[in-house]
């Protein structure tokens, strides 16, 4: 799939949707602000060019954002900060964005386990299957790691817990990028152990086993702190 043709529905660009929409609940960008510019914000959100682009149409078509020929893109409109977490500003954002997912998304699995369809199983499925291949089609192995837990979120059935990852997602994009970076893992390589990691909550759920999905995926999440924070006897 080339960059140009990313869909407007995948995690990463749900996750810049996100992270722009918080930009637009500060003070700052009142109506009639001028944005950054593309690549400014890119660089900021820690995402490519062509997912910034898709997020914007986004908020675009929600009235949030207009675009003006040769001056670049502005506020329209007012973000609800009440549906944001806004963006991680320290490590200790992060730590605790990772420990309170730990909460919410072991619960998550162990009602996914119990809940669970097999179109539910079969894209869990998928997700780890493409992450243990080592590359998506369009080299999007972030995204892939994202749309598994936003699979396990939804084969709970609730809405509560995809509306709560995806206003998440600026959070979980750049835990998932530090860690890769702080292992000088490239962009484009799956990590064997988190593949490893995913494929044991997928069969616990898909065993319906309540506690052992909720164990695997408190493991996973655990093993992830442990990858950016180390052993810190929390």
Known sequence: MRDGAIRRNTPLVTGAVAAVRDLLAMPAYAHGTRLPSEIELAERIGISRPVLRQALSVLKAEGLVESRRGSGNYACGKADAAFSFGQPETMSD?????????????????????????????????????????????????????????????????????????????????????????????????????????????????????????????????????????NRGW
């Open 94 to 230: 992060l730590e605790d964005c990772m420990r309170f997912r730990m909460v919410i998304e072991s619960a998550a699995a162990g009602l996914a386990a119990r809940r669970h369809d097999a179109q539910a199983i079969a894209e869990i499925r998928r997700t780890v299957t493409v992450m243990e291949n080592g590359t998506s089609l369009d080299n999007k192995v972030l995204d892939s790691d994202l749309q598994f837990h936003l699979a396990v979120a939804r084969a709970t059935g609730s809405r509560y817990y995809v509306m709560t990852l995806e206003t998440l997602m600026p959070h979980i994009l750049f835990g998932l990028q530090l860690g890769r970076r702080l292992r000088q893992v490239a962009p484009d390589v799956t990590s064997r152990r988190v593949a490893a990691e995913h494929r044991a909550v997928l069969t616990a759920i898909a065993a319906g086993s309540e506690a052992e999905a909720f164990a695997a995926m408190e493991q996973h999440l655990a093993e992830g702190i442990l990858r950016i924070f180390g």
